[in-house]
Nanobody, 126 residues
């Protein structure tokens, strides 16, 4: 398993940007697919974005497509979620997750990931 620590959350006005970071403590970070999920109050945790371990593919929820960008810097063992044009409905606790590259998976399901961060709060004011 990978220890993951998110940072970068906070309070932002609607329309503004925010960048989340997820630092992983593992030797071969490049062997892990990385995902971002979020959980709003009273709702289930939902998929936001994912980045394949190979670096070739990215995946997004329809609700964030065109506004959010997932990226990674393997040399820094860090994944990022750049969030632009934020909306009040983006308010949630954001979690990063990691999954070792073995196997075939959709990248969009919680159970496909075996390591999770503690979460970082993002609040978007209207």
């Amino acid at each position: 398993q990978v220890q993951l620590v998110e940072s970068g959350g906070g309070l932002v006005q609607a329309g503004g940007p925010l960048r989340l970071s997820c630092a992983g403590s593992v030797r071969a970070f490049s062997n892990y697919a990385m995902g971002w999920f979020r959980q709003a109050p009273g709702k289930e945790r939902e998929f936001v974005a994912a980045h394949s371990w190979s670096g070739i593919s990215t995946y997004y929820a329809d609700s964030v497509k065109g506004r959010f960008t997932i990226s990674r810097d393997n040399a820094k063992n860090t994944a990022y979620l750049q969030m632009n044009s934020l909306k009040p409905e983006d308010t949630a606790v954001y979690y990063c997750a990691a999954r070792f590259r073995v196997g075939t998976y959709s990248y969009r399901l919680e159970y496909e990931y075996d390591s999770w961060g503690q979460g970082t709060q993002v609040t978007v004011s209207s």
